[in-house]
């Protein structure tokens, strides 16, 4: 079994900056890709960045230059630091991890956070 929890929400003034992590644990043989979702509310949940084991790296367009995905493989361990939040970026922010699992072979599995709410205002 795997487990992911998130960290690093809350609520944060324009201009201000967030860290969330998202921390997996379990039976992992190793991970193909890590990555951040958010989702507002009323819309759909959208890809906010994504790192691909070695570490390539895409963003959304409307984080570009203000969000940066960074991990740690040692510690299973995805970042996602937000600089210049606008309130446009108020939602809940989900990781999700692309894992190999011990005993599974090359079989991936997908696994979710449980969320974390970002919430940007004056």
Excluded: H
Excluded at 79 to 105: H, I, K, W
């Amino acid at each position: 079994q795997v487990q992911v929890v998130e960290s690093g929400g809350g609520l944060m003034q324009p201009g201000g900056s967030l860290r969330l992590s998202c921390a997996a644990s379990g039976s992992i043989s190793s991970i193909i890709s890590m990555a951040w979702y958010r989702q507002a509310p009323g819309g759909q949940r959208e890809l906010v960045a994504s790192i691909v084991n070695p570490g390539g790296t895409n963003y959304a367009d409307s984080v570009k230059g203000r969000f940066a995905i960074s991990s740690d493989n040692a510690k299973n361990t995805v970042y996602l630091q937000m600089n210049s939040l606008n309130p446009e970026d108020t939602a809940v922010y989900y990781c999700n991890l692309r894992v190999f699992r011990v005993g599974y072979g090359s079989v991936p599995y997908p696994y979710w956070g449980q969320g974390t709410q970002v919430t940007v205002s004056s």
